[in-house]
């Protein structure tokens, strides 16, 4: 599965979620997931149409597209990952 991440530093909610991400990546190894910088990778993040909520979180496997923005609970993330 691929993840892409929109983030910025100085996005609160990106900051609470690191450390559920961290949980997640350990558990879930084999993740291929991408990080871009809302502010200093403007130009692919264009592509995603991202609005002003981050973080934004990009779930891609068989081309099969789910998105989450905001702030999320691990569970609602994990559920998503298990799903696809």
């Known amino acids: 599965m ?3 991440r929109i983030t910025a530093i100085w996005c609160s909610g990106c900051l609470v979620m690191k ?3 961290r949980e997640i990546e350990q558990e879930y190894p ?3 997931i991408t990080d871009y910088d809302y502010d200093f990778d403007n130009e ?4 995603y149409e991202v ?6 979180v990009i779930f891609e496997k068989n081309d099969k ?5 905001g702030e999320k609970k691990k569970e609602e993330i994990i559920n998503i990952i298990e799903s696809m």
């Open 30 to 32: 084999n993740l291929e």
């Open 51 to 56: 609005g002003k909520i981050l973080p934004v």
């Open 44 to 47: 692919i993040v264009k592509n």
């Open 65 to 69: 597209q789910e998105r989450l923005i």
């Open 19 to 21: 450390k559920i991400w």
């Open 2 to 4: 691929k993840i892409i």
